[in-house]
C-alpha cells in the first residue's frame, strides 16, 4: 500500500546544490516501492527546473508542486514502476 503525502517520507535538499539535488532524490526514490510517494523540500530555480523534469524523465510522477511559508517548495512525487 502506498503512503499518503502526509506520511510519505520527507527529503530536504534545500541545502544541496545541483547536481547532487537530484542524485539525492534518486537515492531516496530506489529505496520506495513502486508507487509510494516522496516528498521532497527543494529551494533555487535550477533545482526547481532539474528535479521535477529529471524524475519524470526517470519514469516517476510529479503529483503536486507548492510553495512553503518559508519559501522552499515541496515537490510531491509518486515511483514509478
Known amino acids: 500500500m502506498s503512503a ?3 506520511t510519505a517520507p520527507t527529503l ?3 541545502k544541496e546544490i545541483c547536481p547532487m ?3 539525492r532524490v534518486r537515492l531516496a526514490l530506489d529505496r ?3 508507487g509510494e510517494i516522496l516528498n521532497v523540500r527543494l529551494r533555487g530555480a535550477e533545482p526547481l527546473r532539474n528535479v521535477p523534469r529529471t524524475a519524470t524523465e526517470q519514469g516517476h510522477t510529479v503529483v503536486s508542486q507548492s510553495l512553503e511559508d518559508d519559501g522552499a517548495t515541496l515537490l510531491v512525487l509518486r515511483r514509478g514502476g
Open 4 to 6: 499518503t503525502q502526509e
Open 12 to 14: 530536504d535538499i534545500t
Open 21 to 23: 539535488t537530484f542524485v
Open 32 to 34: 520506495l516501492s513502486p
